[in-house]
């Protein structure tokens, strides 16, 4: 059994390999915190060359809305993967993926809600 921590740390490198694959590049940073039956993932400089230039290139709404229409899309088809990734890490399904990315600060937050609260070794083994 693996403790919260060592899980955490587990979606972390979860979420960089799906970055760095889908997305064809790594992030800046990235925090993963478990609270309950809540998985909360926050990643720095989420934003790829390209898509920076498509939020300045258009006006800021319209840059925005599409970037973020690329972005649900990108998520929805890799929510199989993303859903099979947490499960793998914490032993309990995923009910729920929730997903937002500010084009301003390139902030990333992906949320994943449990079917239950994942159960965990309150200490490291020595």
């Keep these: 059994m693996k403790t919260l921590a060592e899980m955490e740390a587990a979606i972390c490198d979860g979420m960089l390999r799906f970055h760095h694959e889908f997305m064809g590049r790594g992030i800046k940073d990235i925090h993963t915190h478990i609270v309950g039956e809540l998985v909360l993932i926050r990643l720095s400089g989420a934003l790829t060359n390209g898509e920076r ?8 709404e319209k840059g925005r809305d599409l970037l973020k229409q690329i972005r649900a899309q990108l998520i929805e088809t890799a929510k199989p ?35 239950k609260v994942p159960e965990f070794q309150k200490t490291a083994k020595r």
């Design 53 to 60: 230039h498509l939020v300045q290139t258009f006006p800021a």
């Design 81 to 115: 993967l993303l859903k099979t990734m947490i499960h793998e890490v914490t032993g309990v399904a995923v009910v729920s993926l929730h997903h937002d990315i500010s084009t301003l600060t390139g902030e990333e937050v992906v949320i994943f809600t449990l079917a």
